[in-house]
Protein backbone atom coordinates (compact mmCIF):
# COMPACT_ATOMS: atom_id res chain seq x y z
CA UNK A 1 0.00 0.00 0.00
CA UNK A 2 1.66 3.32 -0.79
CA UNK A 3 1.87 5.73 1.87
CA UNK A 4 0.97 9.55 0.77
CA UNK A 5 3.52 11.86 0.07
CA UNK A 6 3.27 14.60 2.59
CA UNK A 7 4.40 17.82 2.28
CA UNK A 8 6.54 19.96 4.19
CA UNK A 9 5.03 22.28 6.42
CA UNK A 10 6.33 24.88 8.21
CA UNK A 11 6.66 22.86 11.18
CA UNK A 12 9.14 20.49 8.93
CA UNK A 13 11.36 23.66 8.61
CA UNK A 14 11.57 24.58 11.99
CA UNK A 15 12.48 21.17 12.78
CA UNK A 16 15.49 21.05 10.33
CA UNK A 17 16.78 24.83 10.55
CA UNK A 18 18.82 24.36 13.96
CA UNK A 19 20.76 21.71 12.18
CA UNK A 20 21.58 24.22 9.37
CA UNK A 21 22.06 26.91 12.05
CA UNK A 22 24.64 24.95 13.66
CA UNK A 23 26.40 23.75 10.65
CA UNK A 24 27.08 27.48 9.54
CA UNK A 25 28.25 28.49 13.56
CA UNK A 26 30.87 26.27 13.02
CA UNK A 27 32.16 27.08 9.90
CA UNK A 28 32.10 30.61 11.23
CA UNK A 29 33.86 29.51 14.40
CA UNK A 30 36.41 27.74 12.28
CA UNK A 31 37.08 31.44 9.80
CA UNK A 32 37.43 33.53 13.12
CA UNK A 33 39.94 30.27 14.15
CA UNK A 34 42.06 30.54 11.15
CA UNK A 35 41.44 34.70 10.74
CA UNK A 36 43.29 34.69 15.01
CA UNK A 37 46.02 31.87 14.13
CA UNK A 38 46.85 34.52 10.96
CA UNK A 39 46.77 37.59 13.11
CA UNK A 40 49.17 35.73 15.73
CA UNK A 41 51.48 35.19 13.25
CA UNK A 42 51.28 38.32 11.64
CA UNK A 43 52.23 39.97 15.70
CA UNK A 44 54.41 36.97 16.37
CA UNK A 45 57.79 38.76 15.37
CA UNK A 46 57.14 41.91 16.68
CA UNK A 47 56.39 39.18 20.02
CA UNK A 48 59.43 38.08 19.63
CA UNK A 49 61.61 41.71 19.39
CA UNK A 50 59.47 42.69 22.61
CA UNK A 51 60.01 39.51 24.46
CA UNK A 52 64.13 39.29 23.36
CA UNK A 53 64.77 42.92 23.28
CA UNK A 54 62.48 44.41 25.65
CA UNK A 55 61.36 41.62 28.64
CA UNK A 56 64.53 39.57 28.67
CA UNK A 57 66.72 42.53 30.08
CA UNK A 58 64.27 44.08 32.20
CA UNK A 59 64.21 40.26 33.63
CA UNK A 60 67.87 40.51 33.70
CA UNK A 61 68.09 43.62 35.44
CA UNK A 62 65.90 42.45 38.30
CA UNK A 63 67.93 39.53 38.65
CA UNK A 64 70.91 41.65 38.57
CA UNK A 65 69.40 43.86 41.68
CA UNK A 66 69.09 41.12 44.04
CA UNK A 67 71.86 38.78 42.87
CA UNK A 68 74.66 38.96 46.02
CA UNK A 69 76.96 35.84 45.04
CA UNK A 70 79.91 36.88 45.76
CA UNK A 71 80.77 34.82 48.80
CA UNK A 72 78.37 32.06 48.08
CA UNK A 73 80.12 31.37 45.01
CA UNK A 74 83.82 31.92 45.59
CA UNK A 75 83.79 31.61 49.73
CA UNK A 76 80.74 29.10 50.20
CA UNK A 77 82.46 27.63 53.32
CA UNK A 78 82.35 30.99 55.24
CA UNK A 79 78.77 31.72 53.59
CA UNK A 80 77.61 28.82 55.48
CA UNK A 81 79.61 29.55 58.23
CA UNK A 82 78.34 33.05 58.76
CA UNK A 83 74.69 32.39 58.50
CA UNK A 84 74.94 30.33 61.66
CA UNK A 85 77.24 33.07 63.58
CA UNK A 86 74.68 35.02 65.92
CA UNK A 87 76.73 38.36 65.83
CA UNK A 88 76.34 38.61 70.21
CA UNK A 89 80.07 38.01 70.34
CA UNK A 90 83.14 37.22 67.52
CA UNK A 91 83.12 34.02 65.77
CA UNK A 92 84.77 30.79 67.25
CA UNK A 93 88.00 29.37 65.77
CA UNK A 94 86.30 27.57 63.66
CA UNK A 95 84.89 30.52 61.72
CA UNK A 96 88.47 31.95 61.32
CA UNK A 97 89.65 28.74 60.24
CA UNK A 98 87.22 28.52 57.52
CA UNK A 99 87.33 32.37 56.69
CA UNK A 100 91.20 31.82 56.47
CA UNK A 101 91.38 28.77 53.96
CA UNK A 102 88.93 30.27 52.02
CA UNK A 103 91.00 33.57 51.71
CA UNK A 104 94.22 31.22 50.81
CA UNK A 105 92.19 29.27 48.52
CA UNK A 106 91.54 32.45 46.62
CA UNK A 107 94.84 34.08 46.35
CA UNK A 108 96.24 30.35 44.42
CA UNK A 109 93.19 30.73 42.18
CA UNK A 110 94.11 34.29 41.62
CA UNK A 111 90.65 35.07 42.53
CA UNK A 112 91.26 37.74 45.31
CA UNK A 113 91.07 40.69 43.56
CA UNK A 114 87.80 40.14 42.11
CA UNK A 115 86.76 39.07 45.45
CA UNK A 116 87.99 42.12 46.69
CA UNK A 117 86.64 44.41 44.39
CA UNK A 118 82.97 43.17 44.73
CA UNK A 119 82.84 42.90 48.04
CA UNK A 120 84.89 46.64 48.30
CA UNK A 121 81.23 47.73 46.09
CA UNK A 122 79.09 46.96 49.25
CA UNK A 123 81.34 47.35 52.01
CA UNK A 124 84.24 50.09 51.57
CA UNK A 125 87.45 48.92 52.85
CA UNK A 126 87.23 45.17 52.48
CA UNK A 127 89.55 44.78 49.41
CA UNK A 128 92.33 45.73 50.91
CA UNK A 129 91.86 43.71 54.29
CA UNK A 130 91.05 41.11 52.75
CA UNK A 131 94.64 41.21 50.52
CA UNK A 132 96.32 42.28 53.92
CA UNK A 133 94.83 39.47 55.33
CA UNK A 134 95.91 37.15 52.40
CA UNK A 135 99.59 37.86 52.47
CA UNK A 136 99.66 37.63 55.89
CA UNK A 137 98.09 34.48 55.82
CA UNK A 138 100.85 33.05 53.30
CA UNK A 139 103.62 33.64 54.87
CA UNK A 140 102.54 31.91 57.99
CA UNK A 141 101.58 29.47 55.93
CA UNK A 142 104.82 27.90 55.10
CA UNK A 143 105.05 26.99 58.75
CA UNK A 144 101.89 25.82 59.50
CA UNK A 145 99.04 27.89 61.40
CA UNK A 146 97.92 26.17 64.44
CA UNK A 147 95.25 29.18 65.49
CA UNK A 148 93.47 31.40 62.95
CA UNK A 149 91.78 34.03 65.01
CA UNK A 150 94.63 35.33 67.02
CA UNK A 151 96.96 35.52 63.55
CA UNK A 152 94.14 36.94 61.70
CA UNK A 153 93.26 39.72 64.93
CA UNK A 154 97.24 39.87 64.61
CA UNK A 155 97.59 40.94 61.19
CA UNK A 156 94.70 43.39 60.91
CA UNK A 157 92.93 44.20 64.06
CA UNK A 158 89.92 45.02 62.30
CA UNK A 159 89.20 41.38 62.49
CA UNK A 160 88.55 41.50 66.41
CA UNK A 161 85.77 43.96 65.46
CA UNK A 162 82.15 42.27 65.95
CA UNK A 163 81.10 45.26 62.88
CA UNK A 164 83.54 43.44 59.91
CA UNK A 165 82.04 40.09 60.66
CA UNK A 166 78.47 42.03 60.23
CA UNK A 167 79.07 42.76 56.84
CA UNK A 168 80.59 39.96 55.64
CA UNK A 169 77.37 38.21 57.11
CA UNK A 170 75.28 40.86 55.61
CA UNK A 171 76.55 39.63 52.03
CA UNK A 172 76.53 35.75 52.53
CA UNK A 173 73.61 35.26 51.06
CA UNK A 174 73.29 34.80 47.35
CA UNK A 175 69.88 36.44 47.28
CA UNK A 176 69.70 39.82 49.31
CA UNK A 177 68.50 43.43 49.37
CA UNK A 178 71.75 45.17 49.91
CA UNK A 179 71.52 46.92 46.52
CA UNK A 180 67.98 48.34 46.94
CA UNK A 181 68.94 49.30 50.50
CA UNK A 182 72.08 51.09 49.00
CA UNK A 183 69.62 52.79 45.94
CA UNK A 184 67.24 54.00 48.93
CA UNK A 185 70.17 55.39 51.21
CA UNK A 186 70.09 53.07 53.57
CA UNK A 187 72.55 50.04 54.86
CA UNK A 188 72.42 47.16 57.68
CA UNK A 189 74.33 48.07 60.34
CA UNK A 190 76.54 45.95 63.15
CA UNK A 191 72.94 44.67 63.86
CA UNK A 192 71.64 43.42 60.93
CA UNK A 193 69.00 46.19 61.57
CA UNK A 194 68.38 48.46 58.51
CA UNK A 195 69.00 52.11 59.01
CA UNK A 196 70.07 55.42 57.29
CA UNK A 197 73.43 55.59 55.49
CA UNK A 198 75.52 58.36 56.82
CA UNK A 199 74.84 61.98 55.18
CA UNK A 200 78.07 62.39 52.89
CA UNK A 201 76.27 58.93 50.83
CA UNK A 202 72.74 59.52 50.89
CA UNK A 203 72.70 60.69 47.02
CA UNK A 204 70.20 59.08 45.37
CA UNK A 205 66.96 59.40 46.78
CA UNK A 206 67.59 62.78 46.62
CA UNK A 207 68.58 62.74 43.03
CA UNK A 208 65.43 60.60 42.29
CA UNK A 209 63.56 63.02 43.40
CA UNK A 210 65.05 65.71 41.57
CA UNK A 211 64.66 64.05 38.60
CA UNK A 212 61.32 63.19 38.76
CA UNK A 213 60.82 67.52 39.60
CA UNK A 214 62.69 67.87 36.83
CA UNK A 215 60.87 65.78 34.39
CA UNK A 216 57.35 67.27 35.57
CA UNK A 217 59.07 70.75 35.19
CA UNK A 218 60.23 70.41 31.91
CA UNK A 219 56.41 68.14 30.72
CA UNK A 220 55.13 71.51 32.09
CA UNK A 221 56.96 73.97 30.21
CA UNK A 222 56.49 72.03 27.52
CA UNK A 223 52.79 72.62 27.55
CA UNK A 224 53.27 75.99 28.17
CA UNK A 225 55.44 76.49 24.94
CA UNK A 226 53.56 73.44 22.60
CA UNK A 227 50.44 74.75 23.40
CA UNK A 228 50.23 77.98 22.03
CA UNK A 229 52.39 76.95 18.51
CA UNK A 230 50.09 74.03 17.98
CA UNK A 231 47.13 75.92 18.25
CA UNK A 232 48.44 78.52 15.69
CA UNK A 233 49.14 75.38 13.36
CA UNK A 234 46.24 73.82 13.62
CA UNK A 235 44.57 76.95 12.74
CA UNK A 236 46.29 77.73 9.67
CA UNK A 237 45.67 76.83 6.45
CA UNK A 238 47.13 73.18 4.79
CA UNK A 239 49.60 74.83 2.92
CA UNK A 240 50.83 77.43 5.57
CA UNK A 241 50.69 74.57 8.40
CA UNK A 242 52.65 72.25 6.54
CA UNK A 243 55.35 74.39 5.53
CA UNK A 244 55.81 75.58 9.84
CA UNK A 245 55.58 72.20 10.61
CA UNK A 246 58.85 71.36 8.67
CA UNK A 247 60.46 74.13 11.30
CA UNK A 248 59.07 71.69 14.04
CA UNK A 249 60.12 68.99 12.87
CA UNK A 250 63.79 70.59 11.85
CA UNK A 251 65.31 69.40 15.65
CA UNK A 252 64.58 65.40 14.36
CA UNK A 253 66.72 65.56 11.60
CA UNK A 254 69.89 66.70 13.38
CA UNK A 255 71.67 64.69 15.95
CA UNK A 256 70.82 64.45 19.56
CA UNK A 257 74.44 65.41 20.21
CA UNK A 258 74.94 68.33 17.94
CA UNK A 259 71.78 69.89 19.47
CA UNK A 260 73.27 69.51 22.42
CA UNK A 261 76.74 70.72 21.86
CA UNK A 262 74.69 73.86 20.54
CA UNK A 263 73.13 74.99 23.97
CA UNK A 264 76.58 74.70 25.29
CA UNK A 265 77.79 77.73 22.75
CA UNK A 266 74.76 79.02 23.80
CA UNK A 267 75.12 79.19 27.12
CA UNK A 268 78.35 79.38 28.44
CA UNK A 269 79.53 82.70 30.37
CA UNK A 270 80.96 83.77 26.95
CA UNK A 271 77.99 82.53 24.70
CA UNK A 272 75.46 83.79 22.32
CA UNK A 273 72.81 84.29 25.42
CA UNK A 274 74.95 85.94 27.14
CA UNK A 275 76.94 88.04 24.75
CA UNK A 276 73.61 89.14 23.82
CA UNK A 277 72.06 90.32 27.30
CA UNK A 278 75.27 92.35 27.97
CA UNK A 279 75.33 94.52 25.06
CA UNK A 280 72.15 95.32 25.25
CA UNK A 281 72.92 96.71 28.59
CA UNK A 282 70.57 94.03 30.38
CA UNK A 283 73.44 92.39 32.41
CA UNK A 284 76.83 93.40 34.00
CA UNK A 285 77.92 89.61 34.60
CA UNK A 286 77.25 86.33 32.49
CA UNK A 287 74.63 84.34 33.69
CA UNK A 288 75.14 80.66 34.93
CA UNK A 289 73.21 79.02 32.68
CA UNK A 290 75.73 75.95 31.97
CA UNK A 291 76.92 73.12 33.80
CA UNK A 292 73.87 73.23 36.67
CA UNK A 293 70.47 72.78 36.96
CA UNK A 294 69.37 75.54 34.73
CA UNK A 295 71.52 74.65 31.28
CA UNK A 296 70.00 70.67 31.64
CA UNK A 297 66.22 72.26 32.03
CA UNK A 298 66.74 74.83 29.41
CA UNK A 299 68.36 72.14 26.69
CA UNK A 300 66.13 69.28 27.30
CA UNK A 301 62.90 71.56 26.93
CA UNK A 302 64.07 72.29 23.47
CA UNK A 303 65.10 68.54 22.35
CA UNK A 304 61.50 67.47 23.78
CA UNK A 305 58.99 70.18 22.38
CA UNK A 306 58.45 68.92 19.63
CA UNK A 307 57.09 65.42 21.17
CA UNK A 308 54.88 67.64 23.01
CA UNK A 309 53.65 70.15 19.60
CA UNK A 310 52.99 66.80 16.98
CA UNK A 311 50.34 65.20 19.59
CA UNK A 312 48.61 68.20 20.24
CA UNK A 313 48.74 69.56 16.35
CA UNK A 314 47.53 65.88 15.28
CA UNK A 315 44.43 66.45 17.93
CA UNK A 316 43.70 69.79 17.35
CA UNK A 317 43.17 69.49 13.89
CA UNK A 318 40.68 66.82 14.20
CA UNK A 319 38.58 69.10 16.10
CA UNK A 320 34.77 69.48 15.27
CA UNK A 321 34.27 73.40 14.52
CA UNK A 322 30.95 72.87 14.49
CA UNK A 323 31.07 73.28 18.36
CA UNK A 324 32.88 76.52 18.24
CA UNK A 325 30.33 77.94 15.26
CA UNK A 326 27.42 76.33 17.59
CA UNK A 327 28.89 78.35 21.28
CA UNK A 328 29.60 81.66 19.07
CA UNK A 329 25.95 81.45 17.84
CA UNK A 330 24.86 80.82 21.38
CA UNK A 331 26.23 83.77 22.53
CA UNK A 332 29.37 82.54 23.92
CA UNK A 333 32.84 84.45 23.91
CA UNK A 334 36.10 83.56 22.25
CA UNK A 335 37.56 82.55 25.47
CA UNK A 336 34.81 81.06 26.99
CA UNK A 337 33.99 78.72 24.30
CA UNK A 338 38.12 78.11 24.37
CA UNK A 339 37.93 76.78 27.85
CA UNK A 340 34.52 75.33 27.65
CA UNK A 341 34.67 73.52 24.47
CA UNK A 342 37.74 73.66 22.53
CA UNK A 343 40.40 73.32 25.41
CA UNK A 344 38.22 69.73 26.79
CA UNK A 345 38.50 68.47 23.19
CA UNK A 346 42.44 69.10 23.03
CA UNK A 347 42.80 67.12 26.17
CA UNK A 348 43.82 63.62 24.69
CA UNK A 349 46.78 65.52 22.78
CA UNK A 350 47.81 67.18 25.93
CA UNK A 351 48.04 63.75 27.99
CA UNK A 352 49.48 61.82 24.54
CA UNK A 353 52.17 64.49 24.60
CA UNK A 354 52.52 64.87 28.03
CA UNK A 355 53.15 61.28 29.11
CA UNK A 356 55.68 61.31 26.30
CA UNK A 357 57.76 64.19 26.82
CA UNK A 358 57.67 62.82 30.82
CA UNK A 359 58.41 59.39 30.11
CA UNK A 360 61.73 60.31 28.14
CA UNK A 361 62.59 63.11 30.31
CA UNK A 362 62.85 61.28 33.24
CA UNK A 363 65.44 58.43 31.43
CA UNK A 364 67.56 61.36 29.62
CA UNK A 365 71.35 61.06 29.91
CA UNK A 366 73.62 62.61 27.25
CA UNK A 367 71.86 66.05 27.98
CA UNK A 368 72.56 66.30 31.74
CA UNK A 369 75.84 64.51 30.98
CA UNK A 370 77.14 67.07 28.84
CA UNK A 371 75.30 70.58 30.08
CA UNK A 372 74.29 69.49 33.55
CA UNK A 373 77.51 69.15 35.37
CA UNK A 374 77.56 68.17 38.98
CA UNK A 375 74.21 70.04 40.22
CA UNK A 376 72.35 68.74 36.73
CA UNK A 377 72.87 65.32 36.91
CA UNK A 378 69.65 63.07 36.90
CA UNK A 379 69.24 59.53 37.90
CA UNK A 380 69.85 58.01 34.46
CA UNK A 381 73.53 59.54 35.29
CA UNK A 382 74.31 57.94 37.91
CA UNK A 383 73.03 54.13 36.76
CA UNK A 384 75.44 54.83 33.56
CA UNK A 385 78.51 55.75 36.23
CA UNK A 386 77.48 52.49 38.17
CA UNK A 387 77.37 50.40 34.54
CA UNK A 388 80.60 52.23 32.69
CA UNK A 389 82.75 53.45 35.19
CA UNK A 390 82.52 51.42 39.23
CA UNK A 391 81.28 48.74 37.72
CA UNK A 392 78.60 48.07 40.14
CA UNK A 393 76.11 46.26 38.16
CA UNK A 394 73.83 45.41 41.16
CA UNK A 395 73.14 48.89 42.76
CA UNK A 396 72.82 50.13 38.92
CA UNK A 397 69.83 48.04 38.23
CA UNK A 398 68.54 48.27 41.77
CA UNK A 399 68.57 52.19 41.13
CA UNK A 400 66.95 51.35 37.37
CA UNK A 401 64.33 48.85 38.94
CA UNK A 402 63.58 51.89 41.64
CA UNK A 403 62.57 54.08 38.76
CA UNK A 404 60.97 51.61 36.64
CA UNK A 405 58.58 51.43 39.59
CA UNK A 406 58.21 54.93 40.31
CA UNK A 407 57.16 55.59 37.05
CA UNK A 408 54.34 53.04 36.34
CA UNK A 409 53.04 53.71 39.83
CA UNK A 410 53.10 57.58 38.86
CA UNK A 411 51.62 56.62 35.18
CA UNK A 412 48.83 53.94 36.99
CA UNK A 413 47.74 56.66 39.47
CA UNK A 414 47.54 59.46 36.26
CA UNK A 415 45.78 56.93 34.28
CA UNK A 416 43.33 56.48 37.46
CA UNK A 417 42.46 59.72 37.82
CA UNK A 418 43.64 62.17 34.66
CA UNK A 419 43.47 59.63 31.78
CA UNK A 420 42.26 59.88 29.03
CA UNK A 421 38.73 57.71 30.08
CA UNK A 422 38.16 60.14 32.34
CA UNK A 423 38.25 63.26 30.23
CA UNK A 424 34.80 64.64 29.48
CA UNK A 425 33.78 67.39 28.25
CA UNK A 426 33.27 70.22 30.61
Known sequence: MNRPVMSEGPADRLFVQPKVGQSIKESLDKAERRNKFKSVLLVLPLLAFIAVFFLMPIGDMLMRSVQNGTLADYMPNSAVELKHWERQALPEEKTFAVLGNDILALLKSQNLDRVGTDLNRVQSGMKLLLNKTARGLEKQSQAGITEFKPLMISIDKRWGETATWS?????????????????????????????????????????????????????????????????????????????????????????????????????QSNGVFNDVLRSLGIINQPLDLMYNLYGTIIAMTHILLPFMVLPLYSVMRGVDQTYIRAAHSMGASSMRTFFKIYFPLSLPGVSAGGILVFILAVGYYITPALVGGRTGQMISNFIAYHMQTSLNWGLASAIASLLLVVVLLMYWVYDRFVGITNMKLG
Open 167 to 267: QLKVMAPSISAVHYLAALDRQYDDNGDIVQQPESRQIYVDNLLKTLAVSVAITFICFLLGYPLAYFLASLPDRFSNLLMILVLLPFWTSLLVRTSAWIVIL
